[in-house]
């Protein structure tokens, strides 16, 4: 086995999204008040800093102020302040617009901005290396690394020039090992590394089931004439039946260019629902023809998110480590928000670690992190939204009344709390029990195939490397998957990575296209057998996003 190299860190910070680029500079910031030096290394297995960064995205800028005051004279490109919120409930052929007395806190976004979250992040980036921290773009944390008595001691990078069989080419060059006294784990919603922090650990042990959804994206460079910079529009009902939660989002830019996305919830029952489909009929409402029409589509992605709320949240501090922002699920879905939330435990953590540093600790745990964060705002905010994604689990209508029985009448002090132990994948019912959907061909126009969508989406991946989308049992994915449920994986990805075949004897086989993986995780989360397991591949690999 050939020997890695090592590096030592007092910080090592996995992921540079904006929950471990705001730890690192909380980090040096701190720092730099206490005239003290502490290193800080920041892996991102994105080819750049932002290239993974998916979000709707309209952010609350409080936690920014909070981290960075005067973000506006250093140039942060929150460029676009929310002018109006509109919410429509669409049937089939028509939209009823909900009156803006109506429409609870959480749905308005007075003093927030309409972002390109990548572009945040990027910026965030240099404010970060401004600081003195070493950001690592193209490695990806393959592996977690631990004390001989079981603490986080750090993490190590994939191993570099691999073959599919497992042999070394002549550009193998094998993963760096990054010790640190502490390691702050921020790879977004269900990390590779973070769900086997969970298992580990224990740390969902008491919460509630994880509940996630697939956001899928797309922007567009739309006719001037369509375009109302500052407009928040969110919608609910079609094209999704009233069992199966989500919505929309339509943000306008500046420039005219306008962002639109669905949210399906990842507890969908029907296997036959393709959330990519779902998508694509949707801009043929004719509320949302018109914006798209004559226009041009210029990027697509997909991305998983936490919905669970303060429920879900597993314990985030453990031996050595913690998790931040989507990693360990702080995303408000009633406000259909993470960013604030991710620089906010960002900055939390931080603070605890420099505390720790200071004191002479290493590899402990970082309870002052969670002191922190239940004392804070983003605590009380996600506690006023405790209930959200679980009243939803029981249908459209009864989650659109308690929400707004919840945030309007009671302004978030309810005396209930709602538990959920079901995971997502467990929701799917066998293909018999459910209807066929027929989805319209696309036209090319406005509505689109996947391999299009992935071609802009700037994917790549070494076709000859080792397939990143790990099966526990070769077998189960006809045996069962296909035999039960349809072959729900060449639905619910919406990249077009798996794919039913006939082989030459006329017998079904599973084919894994990896080099189309855009790293959204759907499959990790809703394969009803729990048999995919989505691994690293090789940093620098999957999308590269166009501050999305």
């Given at each position: 086995m050939?020997e890695?190299?090592?590096?030592?860190?007092?910080v090592?910070?996995?992921?540079?999204?904006p929950?471990?680029l705001?730890a690192?500079?909380?980090i040096?910031?701190?720092a730099a008040?206490?005239g003290?030096?502490?290193?800080?290394?920041v892996l991102?297995?994105?080819?750049?800093?932002?290239?993974?960064?998916l979000?709707?995205?309209?952010?609350?800028?409080?936690?920014?102020?909070?981290l960075?005051?005067?973000?506006k004279?250093?140039g942060?490109?929150?460029n676009?302040p929310v002018t109006?919120?509109?919410?429509l409930?669409l049937?089939?052929?028509?939209?009823?617009?909900?009156?803006a007395w109506?429409?609870?806190?959480?749905f308005?976004?007075?003093?927030?901005y309409?972002?390109?979250?990548?572009?945040?992040?990027?910026?965030l980036?240099?404010?970060?290396?401004?600081l003195?921290?070493?950001?690592?773009?193209?490695?990806?944390?393959?592996?977690?690394?631990?004390t001989?008595?079981?603490?986080?001691?750090?993490v190590a990078?994939g191993?570099?020039?691999?073959?599919?069989?497992g042999?070394?080419?002549p550009?193998y060059?094998p993963?760096?090992e990054?010790?640190?006294r502490?390691?702050?784990?921020?790879e977004?919603?269900r990390?590779?590394?973070g769900?086997?922090?969970i298992?580990?650990?224990?740390?969902?042990?008491?919460?509630?089931s994880q509940?996630?959804?697939?956001?899928i994206?797309e922007m567009?460079?739309?006719d001037p004439?369509?375009?109302r910079?500052?407009?928040?529009?969110?919608?609910?009902g079609?094209?999704l039946?009233?069992d199966?939660?989500?919505?929309?989002?339509?943000y306008?830019?500046?420039?005219?260019i306008v962002?639109?996305?669905l949210?399906?919830?990842?507890?969908y029952?029907?296997?036959?629902?393709?959330?990519?489909e779902?998508?694509?009929?949707y801009?043929?409402h004719?509320?949302?023809?018109?914006?798209?029409?004559?226009?041009k589509?210029?990027a697509?992605g997909?991305?998983?998110?936490?919905?669970?709320g303060?429920?879900s949240?597993?314990?985030?501090?453990?031996?050595?480590?913690?998790m931040?922002?989507?990693?360990?699920?702080?995303?408000?879905?009633s406000?259909?928000?993470?960013?604030?939330a991710?620089?906010?435990?960002?900055?939390?953590?931080a603070?605890?670690?420099?505390?720790?540093?200071?004191?002479?600790?290493s590899?402990d745990?970082?309870?002052?992190?969670?002191t922190?964060?239940?004392a804070?705002w983003l605590?009380d905010?996600l506690?006023?939204?405790?209930?959200?994604?679980q009243?939803?689990?029981k249908?459209r209508?009864v989650g659109?009344v308690?929400?707004?029985?919840?945030?309007?009448?009671?302004?978030?002090k309810?005396?209930?709390t709602?538990?959920n132990?079901?995971?997502d994948?467990?929701?799917?019912?066998?293909?018999?029990?459910?209807?066929?959907?027929?989805?319209?061909?696309?036209?090319g126009?406005l509505?689109?195939?996947r391999?299009?969508?992935?071609?802009i989406?700037n994917t790549n991946?070494?076709?000859d490397e080792?397939?990143?989308?790990?099966?526990?049992?070769?077998?189960?994915?006809?045996s069962?998957?296909?035999?039960?449920?349809?072959?729900?994986?060449?639905r619910?990805?919406p990249?077009?990575?798996?794919?039913?075949?006939?082989?030459?004897?006329g017998?079904?086989r599973?084919?894994?296209?990896?080099?189309n993986?855009?790293?959204?995780?759907?499959?990790?989360?809703?394969?009803?057998?729990?048999n995919?397991?989505?691994?690293?591949?090789?940093?620098g690999?999957?999308p590269?996003?166009n501050?999305?």
């Open positions: 050939t890695r190299e090592s590096m030592e860190y007092d090592v910070v996995v992921g540079a999204g929950a471990g705001s690192a500079i909380r040096k910031q701190l008040e206490k003290q030096e502490i290193s800080v290394c991102e297995k994105g080819a750049e800093v932002g290239a993974h960064i979000s709707g995205a309209v952010m609350d800028p409080k936690a920014l102020t909070e960075i005051p005067d973000w004279e250093k942060a490109p929150l676009t109006e919120d509109k919410f409930f049937t089939q052929s028509g939209s009823r617009s909900t009156p109506m429409l609870p806190e959480c308005q976004n007075h003093g927030n309409i972002v390109r979250l990548g572009e945040v992040t990027q910026w980036g240099e404010q970060a290396e401004a003195g921290v070493e950001i690592f773009p193209g490695f990806a944390a393959a592996e977690i690394l631990y001989d008595d079981g603490a986080i001691k750090g990078t191993d570099m020039g691999v073959a599919r069989d042999s070394h080419t550009n060059q993963g760096m990054l010790h640190a502490y390691t702050l784990f921020a977004g919603s990390g590779h590394l769900r086997q922090l298992e580990r650990f224990k740390l969902d042990q008491g919460r509630n509940s996630y959804a697939i956001g994206k567009w460079e739309v004439a369509q375009s910079p500052g407009l928040v529009m969110h919608t609910a079609w094209p039946d009233a199966t939660y989500g919505g929309s989002f339509l306008h830019l500046k420039d005219n962002v639109v996305g949210v399906v919830g990842l507890d029952a029907n296997p036959w629902l393709s959330p990519f779902e998508f694509q009929r801009k043929t004719p509320a949302i023809r018109p914006i798209f029409e004559g226009g589509r210029i697509y997909a991305r998983s998110l936490t919905a669970g303060l429920l949240l597993p314990k985030f501090v453990f031996p050595g480590g913690a931040v922002g989507c990693e360990a699920g702080f995303l408000n879905a406000r259909i928000k993470g960013s604030h991710a620089i906010k435990t960002g900055a939390l953590a603070e605890a670690a420099v505390q720790a540093i200071m004191a002479g600790r590899h745990e970082l309870t002052a992190y969670t922190a964060f239940e804070s605590h905010e506690n006023k939204a405790r209930n959200f994604k009243w939803f689990k249908g209508t659109t308690m929400t707004g029985i919840e945030q309007l009448l009671l302004k978030g309810m005396p209930w709602l538990r132990n079901k995971p994948h467990a929701f799917l019912q066998p293909a018999a029990e459910c209807a066929r959907i027929d989805y319209p061909k696309p036209d126009k509505t689109f195939d391999l299009s969508s992935v071609f989406s991946h070494e076709e080792p397939v990143h989308l790990t099966l526990k049992d070769a077998s189960v994915p006809v069962v998957n296909l035999a039960k449920y349809g072959g729900p994986e060449a619910f990805c990249a077009g990575v798996y794919e039913f075949i006939k082989d030459d004897a017998s079904d599973l084919q894994i296209n990896a080099q993986c855009i790293h959204c995780k759907t499959c990790d989360i809703k394969d009803p057998t729990q995919i397991v989505w691994v690293t591949p090789q940093g690999e999957g590269v996003y501050g999305m």
